[in-house]
């Protein structure tokens, strides 16, 4: 539906007359059937003016009333096959408008707030194919941008010197599109006065983000869009509410995209929170998923270098870590079985017998497999890595091994015998040290590990890790004494 109106604007559009007569009046219809089919959200009539303007329309939508109204404004160039150029997208230079936050006493509902929006400056325009049929662009940059947000007893101020987007939708086989976006962030600042608790406050020199869907379904962004809006409202209803809306954002995110991947860096980001500062040199998030043959792929990846903590106490600065990486996985859980999965779990009436047999079904096949490859943490004097995986088959069936890798243990073995808040850990540092093998200048721990027990290096330490079999139950006390030996000779 959505691609058929899509198709139908872009046709009707692209026989667009010469601009030196009145503009077509049909053409703000067409614009909002075009909406309305992609999001399936009815878009209402607007106060939406398109006027031809030399070889070339202007379209203004005023918004606001009163001293606080506005208007966006673009010019909007036909193009050959249905595609338009918008260029010199402006936005109001101030905008005044209603969000919801999170309420105080319950972050699971939301409260309304007034939130201004003020640009310094900035330059838009994007090229559109309402068909889908060819690639469509956009790019955008702000500066000065300042978001003031106060409601429900709480603040937030936020400022970007400089915000740059761009992004494409490329047209692929079997009608879906691949959807591309990066966006850098320059003089980032966010401070906050929570309605309860201390005040905190977010800088960054730099915020780099980039993000692709693969396989986007544009069929589905409609669903989509409906089934979103539906549990933003029932957030503010009972629980019954909340999970029909879960249930149906279930059902609409089926087959909505093959694969995708966002990641965002931090650039020398400064933490201010209850009296205390830090420093981040840089701070990598990654974000992937895919499916091959129906069944999950996903990671996430952690990156953190250059912590510094001055507050601390210098007893404390050789445990702050230089740099930490940590990369978690998962593999060969059916996308099918994790959609039951997530229809038992949001049904109404709630079936655990469902959820029960949905949950045991996620485990069919080859297992699901979870790993960390890697895990690095760097410390001043020592440096452990770390990979390994573990297949799971069923609640009590699973079999994994990992590697550990540690440098300069001696050294971190010092520092927890001179730090007397680590005089614990030490018997902990020496039973490891027992059980490693020395290669080089590093140990190593190989570690097997199942239902059945549990290896290191090829030692069995299944009684250690509490695997392997139970102990034998402890004989039965009897209740009295003439029941197991003779009554004392008097």
């Excluded at 872009?10 to 614009?31: F, H, K, N, R």
């Excluded at 608790?197 to 020199?205: D, I, K, M, N």
Aim: proline letters at 9%; a negative charge.
């Amino acid at each position: 539906m959505a691609r058929r109106l899509a198709l139908g604007f872009a046709l009707s559009c692209g026989a667009v007359g010469p601009l030196a007569a009145a503009p077509d009046p049909s053409l703000e219809q067409q614009l909002r059937a075009w909406l309305s089919g992609l999001t399936g959200v009815a878009v209402p009539e607007l106060p939406l003016r398109i006027t031809p303007e030399g070889d070339h329309y202007r379209a203004a939508l005023p918004i606001g009333a009163g001293d606080k109204a506005g208007s966006i404004s673009a010019a909007l160039r036909p193009l050959d096959g249905g595609r338009w150029a918008i260029e010199d997208f402006v936005l109001p230079p101030t905008s005044h408008f209603t969000m919801r936050v999170p309420a105080p006493d319950d972050p699971t509902h939301t409260v309304p707030a007034e939130a201004t929006l003020s640009l310094g400056g900035q330059d838009g325009r994007m090229l559109l194919d309402p068909s889908l049929a060819s690639p469509s662009s956009f790019e955008a940059r702000l500066r000065g941008v300042r978001l003031d947000v106060a409601g429900g007893g709480q603040e937030q101020h936020q400022q970007m010197d400089r915000y740059e987007t761009h992004g494409t939708a490329t047209p692929v086989a079997g009608g879906r599109l691949d959807f591309v976006q990066d966006a850098t962030i320059e003089g980032w600042r966010i401070a906050a006065q929570p309605a309860s608790g201390e005040p905190f406050a977010l800088q960054a020199r730099a915020l780099r983000a980039n993000g692709r869907l693969d396989g986007l379904n544009p069929d589905r962004l409609a669903p989509v869009v409906r089934a979103f809006l539906a549990l933003t409202a029932a957030q503010e209803g009972d629980e019954a509410v909340t999970r029909a809306a879960l249930h149906r954002l279930v059902e609409a995110l089926r087959d909505s995209v093959r694969s995708g991947r966002i990641e965002e860096s931090f650039e020398h980001l400064q933490i201010a929170a209850a009296g205390q500062e830090a420093t981040i040199g840089t701070l990598r998030l990654a974000f992937a998923a895919d499916a091959p043959e129906g069944r999950l792929a996903g990671s996430i990846g952690l990156e953190m270098a250059g912590l510094e903590v001055p507050s601390l106490p210098p007893g404390l600065m050789p445990w702050v870590p230089r740099r930490i990486v940590l990369h978690p996985v998962i593999s060969g859980m059916g996308v099918a079985e994790l959609t039951g999965l997530a229809l038992a779990a949001t049904a109404t009436p709630p079936d655990d017998q469902a959820t029960d047999a949905a949950l045991a079904a996620l485990f069919n096949g080859p297992g699901v497999t979870i790993g960390i490859d890697p895990l690095t943490i760097e410390l001043p004097a020592s440096r452990l890595d770390a990979t390994g995986s573990v297949v799971v088959r069923g609640p009590e069936r699973y079999a994994g091994r990992a590697k550990l890798v540690l440098t300069g243990f001696d050294a971190l073995m010092a520092q927890a015998q001179d730090d007397p808040n680590l005089h614990d850990v030490a018997p902990v540092l020496i039973l490891a040290r027992g059980l490693a093998k020395p290669e080089g200048d590093h140990l190593v721990w190989d570690v097997v590990a199942s239902e059945s027990g549990a290896t290191v290096n090829g030692v069995d330490i299944s009684s250690l890790a509490g695997g392997g079999q139970p102990p034998a139950p402890p004989p039965k006390r009897p209740s009295h004494p003439s029941q197991s030996q003779p009554a004392p000779k008097r």
